[in-house]
């Protein structure tokens, strides 16, 4: 007759050698696939200046903007730049703003079909994230308003290119 407590042990030992099994089970496809080195991302950024004061006007630089910029509180509309850059996920690129701030872009997400770009200010110490549709374009304030004028960046992520 087989005593109790070997015959616990004999259930015990085949789990006990599961456990220690060295062998590592297969990882999940996911994880060994190789990954692929990610597409630029084709980026336009314009620095804008808006404006209170004088008569209304729109640089025509300016004009695929007309419908985002009627919005806005500002009736004098001028391109004071542009800049295209390749840009990839986390990697930041720089524009100069009039007054001398510096505007940080980093790209933190790409979904295919939108993006997501970090637009920083150290001197403010400001921070936003705008997710962009590809094709699409936003318009964002980077500067306070100062007698009666504000800067803009306008950030369009192009499908194809710049």
Request: with cysteine; proline share 10%; glycine share 6%.
């Amino acid at each position: 007759m087989i005593h109790p407590a070997a015959a616990a042990l004999s259930l015990l030992l085949p789990a006990l050698c599961l456990a220690a099994d060295p062998a590592p089970s297969a990882p999940p496809p996911a994880a060994t696939a190789a990954p692929s080195a990610q597409a630029p991302v084709p980026v336009r950024v314009r620095v804008i200046k808006g404006s209170r004061q004088g008569p209304a006007s729109l640089d025509p630089k300016l004009a695929p903007l007309k419908h985002q910029l009627s919005k806005l509180a500002y009736q004098r509309w001028e391109q004071l730049s542009e800049r295209a850059f390749e840009m990839t996920v986390q990697k930041t690129e720089y524009t100069d703003l009039p007054d001398g701030q510096h505007v940080a872009l980093t790209v933190q997400e790409d979904s295919g079909k939108t993006v997501t770009i970090e637009v920083a200010l150290a001197q403010r110490n400001t921070m936003s994230r705008l997710t962009i549709e590809k094709g699409q374009r936003i318009v964002h304030q980077v500067s306070g308003e100062k007698g009666g004028v504000a800067y803009f960046v306008t950030v369009h992520v192009s499908p194809t290119g710049p």
